[in-house]
């Protein structure tokens, strides 16, 4: 069954630094989104893609956030300068068609901010 | 301000029991409501569901959905230890965004 593919599975990175988590959706799907989850907390909607744009942000995705989809396959997130608080997991997901029904979730990039 | 309470928060079962997880929603223009199973990392797929009173199922699992009220239930019949796992709803509020709202999860244990 196809999935999506998140790199690296596991990521470690000083304060400040800047970070870009990688992700290959599903290769027909169109829309492409992030999300985020603070350990114990709840999976936290970021930003979601379509055609070349984003169609949401969420107040969590400020300036220092940015996506793109370099490729006909890539879909990353970077984190410009990183802080203690973006310490989360990662995920990725896409669907093939609009409004968040049945998303595929990859695996997840733990992010850990020192 | 748009949310999703889950209840339990945590939930130990033996096998062969019956479990039945609540989610309670206030989303403005409501679109459809998604259970998902997170087991280590990934949440995967379960059920969708946009129209009250209609079951779906799958295998052991079931769901209903009650628009009026604004909650649906997860039913898990004859556990088994492989059902442990964190179970998420979220919601799909109406626009073309594809946002979706999580509640906090129930984290299920089924032990032997």
């Not at chain 1, 995705?61 to 490729?71: G, H, I, K």
């Given at each position: 069954?196809?999935?999506?593919?998140q790199?690296?599975?596991?990521q470690v990175?000083?304060?400040?630094q800047?970070?870009?988590l990688?992700?290959?959706?599903?290769?027909?799907?169109l829309?492409f989104?992030w999300y985020r989850q603070i350990?114990g907390?709840?999976v936290?909607?970021?930003?979601?893609?379509?055609n070349?744009e984003?169609?949401e942000k969420?107040?969590i995705?400020?300036?220092?956030?940015?996506?793109?989809?370099?490729?006909g396959?890539n879909?990353?997130?970077?984190i410009?300068?990183?802080?203690?608080?973006?310490?989360a997991m990662y995920f990725c997901?896409?669907?093939?068609?609009?409004?968040?029904?049945?998303l595929f979730?990859?695996?997840?990039?733990?992010?850990?901010v020192? | 301000?748009?949310?999703?309470?889950q209840?339990?928060l945590?939930?130990v079962?033996?096998e062969?029991?019956?479990?039945t997880?609540?989610?309670s929603?206030e989303?403005?223009?409501?679109r459809?409501?998604?259970?998902?199973?997170?087991?280590?990392?990934?949440?995967?797929?379960?059920?969708m569901l946009?129209?009250?009173g209609?079951?779906?199922?799958?295998g052991?699992l079931?769901?209903?959905?009650?628009?009026?009220?604004l909650?649906?239930?997860?039913?898990i019949?004859?556990?088994?230890t492989g059902?442990?796992a964190v179970?998420?709803?979220?919601v799909?509020?109406?626009?073309?965004?594809g946002k979706?709202?999580?509640?906090?999860?129930?984290?299920l244990?089924?032990k032997?």
């Open positions: 069954e196809p999935e999506v593919t790199t690296p599975s596991h990175t000083q304060m400040g800047e970070v870009i990688r992700c290959v959706p599903i290769s027909n799907h829309y989104y350990l907390q709840k936290e909607f970021l930003v979601s893609f379509y070349n984003i169609s969420s107040e995705f400020d300036d220092q956030f940015s996506v793109e989809r370099p490729d396959s879909f990353t997130l970077k410009r300068s990183t802080k203690l608080e973006d310490s997901a896409s669907s093939p068609i609009l409004r968040g029904e049945k979730f990859g695996s997840g990039t733990q992010l850990s020192l | 301000e748009d949310k999703v309470v209840s339990p945590s939930l079962v033996h062969g029991d019956t479990v997880l609540n989610c929603y989303v403005t223009n409501f459809s409501l998604l259970w998902y199973k997170q087991e280590k990392k990934a949440p995967t797929f379960l059920f946009t129209s009250s209609i079951e779906k199922k799958s052991r079931s769901s209903i959905l009650d628009k009026k009220e909650f649906s239930i997860l039913n019949t004859a556990t088994q059902d442990s179970y998420l709803c979220a799909g509020p109406s626009g073309n965004t979706l709202i999580f509640g906090q999860g129930t984290t244990q089924v032997p």
